[in-house]
């Protein structure tokens, strides 16, 4: 019913920034938290920052103070702003999409890639 599109990711030096995009299409009304998590390689994907349809705001202690997630209602879209950049940041980012919590019910976007490297 809802489809996620990422956008955004790339090479970047650390210390550097990049903002990712996640547009939603399709039943958006049925959503009730977004988020980002990633998967770094050979790990298991975690929790990088999500937000409820409240305005409820939750990031992963890994990225407290250098990432922001936000929304543009209008746009149907959902943005994670990265600062200051790490190595360890280097991962696949998905765009994931919630749509009841019990039973967990959700969607996932294809994915971006984003490298910390210099």
């Known amino acids: 019913q809802v489809q996620l599109a990422e956008s955004g990711g790339g090479l970047v030096q650390p210390g550097g920034s990049l903002r990712l995009s996640c547009a939603a299409s399709?039943?958006?009304?049925?959503?009730?938290?977004m988020g980002w998590y990633r998967q770094p390689p050979g790990k298991q994907r975690e929790l990088v920052a999500q937000?409820?349809?409240?305005?409820?705001?939750a990031y992963g202690d890994s990225v407290k103070g250098r990432f922001t997630i936000s929304t543009d209602n209008r746009k149907n879209t959902v943005y994670l702003q990265m600062s200051s950049l790490k190595p360890e940041d280097t991962a696949v980012y998905y765009c994931?999409?919630?749509?009841?919590?019990?039973?967990?019910?959700?969607?996932w976007g294809q994915g971006t890639q984003v490298t910390v490297s210099s």
């Open positions: 399709g039943s958006i009304s049925s959503i009730i938290i």
């Open positions: 994931n999409a919630d749509f009841r919590i019990f039973p967990l019910e959700r969607s």
């Open positions: 937000i409820s349809r409240g305005g409820r705001i």
